[in-house]
């Protein structure tokens, strides 16, 4: 980590100026398919001092290439066993490690490889970077989020406020649906998506957004489908070769700017993000994504999900059971005898 300095850019957004903005961020799974641009993009975030590039395989390549980008900040490469070096001292923490789907498969399909590797992860930043903010893009989000969880508990070091689902590609292709079919500017519509991240765990909420309250019927059903599976659009897309990776970097770049401008203090940041929530707690569903505003210290309020349609109520209904089973798997996993 560099000393701490005031940049000119949070100057000039005039917020905080107390605010620490020498920020470390990790990515482990930086030489993927989103790790590479995810990467790019926050070599370019001005709240990014020191970049720490984490992979099982060509991570110092990756980091050589994006270390000559000419931008305020280091970039590092770690490889293999050098995953306490790329940790050590990290604020921000993304992960998108993981395998990807192929055709026909479902995020659940994942589940058997990507437990293991979130898991061990996770082992490392209970170790080495107990107090990051952490954003876990790895799929299934609905499960890998609680085996997250789940294991920094077991290692005595879990915060609740710290540890994050990143759902914002929903939120990004929500908005880029809904202004296609009304002809807007994507950056003036804003669908609030709540549930988990993936079929109909992924609830739009087309009555809270002015472009979107009067969409009905037919054209209704078609773009809560469209939103609920777009994942599977680019997987038959690109035909076996993955899953959205670009889109995927540009959602988890937004999702890390939002968690480094609430670490430095910047107001009223709010993402939608699937957290430990209390918002359906009583329904035994303990991970719930809805908007969130961001802090210093991560999780700074969870809002309610707010007034809902008649058919968003039904929507919630059918994603609820859904993601107990998904939660209760991963925490299984993780306590499993
Ligand atoms: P990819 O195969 O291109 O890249 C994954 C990277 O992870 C590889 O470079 C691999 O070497 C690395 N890796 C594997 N095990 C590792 C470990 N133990 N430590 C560090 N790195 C490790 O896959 P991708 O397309 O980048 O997708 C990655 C994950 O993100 C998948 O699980 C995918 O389903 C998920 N995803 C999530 C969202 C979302 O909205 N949350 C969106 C798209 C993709
Ligand atoms: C997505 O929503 O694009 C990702 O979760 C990847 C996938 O498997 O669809």
Do not use: W
Not at 2 to 14: C, D, E, I, K, T
Not at 108 to 133: H, R
Not at 156 to 171: A, C, N, S, W
Not at 247 to 273: C, K, Q, T
Request: aromatic residues 6%; proline residues 6%.
């Amino acid at each position: 980590m560099f000393a701490a300095r005031r940049s000119a850019s949070v100057l000039a957004r005039g917020f905080a100026t107390s605010a620490r903005v020498d920020y470390k961020a990790a990515v482990l799974g930086a030489a993927g398919g989103i790790g590479q641009p995810l990467s790019l993009l926050l070599k370019e975030n001005p709240n990014v001092t020191e970049l720490a590039l984490y992979d099982v395989r060509n991570a110092p390549g990756v980091a050589a290439d994006i270390s000559h980008v000419n931008t305020n900040s280091l970039v590092k490469g770690f490889e293999q066993e050098a995953l306490q070096g790329a940790l050590e001292g990290a604020d921000v923490v993304i992960i998108p490690a993981g395998v990807p789907r192929k055709p026909g498969m479902t995020r659940d399909d994942l589940f058997n490889t990507n437990a293991s590797i979130v898991q061990g992860l996770a082992e490392a930043v209970a170790k080495y970077a107990p107090k990051a903010l952490v954003g876990i893009i790895s799929n299934p989000v609905n499960s890998t989020v609680p085996i997250f969880a789940e294991t920094l508990k077991k290692a005595g070091v879990y915060d609740p406020k710290r540890i994050f689902g990143v759902t914002t590609l929903d939120v990004v292709r929500a908005s880029r649906f809904l202004s296609e079919i009304k002809g807007l500017n994507p950056k003036d519509v804003k669908v609030p998506v709540v549930g988990g991240h993936s079929g109909v765990t992924i609830v739009p909420l087309l009555s809270q957004c002015p472009a979107g309250a009067d969409v009905q019927g037919e054209q209704y059903k078609a773009l809560v489908h469209r939103i609920q599976f777009g994942g599977d659009e680019v997987v038959q897309a690109k035909a076996g070769t993955g899953s959205a990776t670009l889109s995927m970097a540009y959602a988890g770049a937004r999702f890390a700017d939002a968690l480094l401008r609430g670490l430095a203090g910047e107001a009223n940041v709010i993402e939608p993000s699937y957290v430990e929530s209390p918002l359906f707690q009583n329904e035994g569903v303990t991970f719930f994504s809805s908007p969130i505003e961001l802090g210093p210290e991560g999780v700074k309020k969870i809002h309610p999900i707010g007034k809902v349609s008649a058919e968003e109520e039904e929507l919630i209904k059918a994603a609820l059971p859904e993601l107990k089973k998904n939660i209760e798997k991963g925490v299984n996993f993780v306590n499993k005898a």
